[in-house]
């Protein structure tokens, strides 16, 4: 399976210091994406890194992508108590199937 | 907001009952999901529809039925449903099929009893 799979599956910081989540995943991709989801609420996408990027950026989201080693990191600076939310990587290969992650948790606390 | 709606917010519903979940999206993409999350569970795709064609059914029980009139509208009907069927259920869209960020509905809260 391609599933990506989120690292921590929780993360607690307080707000102002930088959060960063690692996702895993088994075989090859077209792109790997990161979404956020607040509570009860539907999926927002956040960045999109093709398998031929390294490093992408996004106001204060950076998300790098290391294909020799399947695994993608997002790294959210300066964090606010609004970033606390779910979030979830998911990779594409060469379909139209996008496979979620389980998702992790962050809470940035005030 | 994402321009992706989804009617209604919550359901609660018996085992005999006949529902309907409703998605529409106001982006002009082509291609509408379907998905189920669960607690403590990877998010599922369930049914993919493409210019109103399915392209995808991921396996998915026929007490779940889904409808794509137009490229703008997608519905999931329900009957005979299960306790377990008790989730979130998430609607998206996307430009085309591969390549594309999603854009996902607020989700149906269905509770089956």
Redesign the interface.
Known sequence: SQ?GEEDPQALSIQEGENATMNCSYKTSI??L?W?RQNS??????LI?I?SNEREKHSGRLRVTLDTSKKSSSLLITASRAADTASY?C?T?G??????????MKLTVNP | ETGVTQTPRHLVMGMTNKKSLKCEQHLGHNAMYWYKQSAKKPLELMFVYNFKEQTENNSVPSRFSPECPNSSHLFLHLHTLQPEDSALYLCASSQGREMDEQFFGPGTRLTVL
Do not use: D, I, P, T
Request: aromatic fraction near 12%; proline fraction near 0%; hydrophobic fraction near 30%.
């Open positions: 599933q077209n792109n994406q979404y009860g609420r539907g999926l927002v996408h999109l093709r979830f998911a594409q060469g379909s139209e199937k996008l496979v979620f992650g389980k998702g």
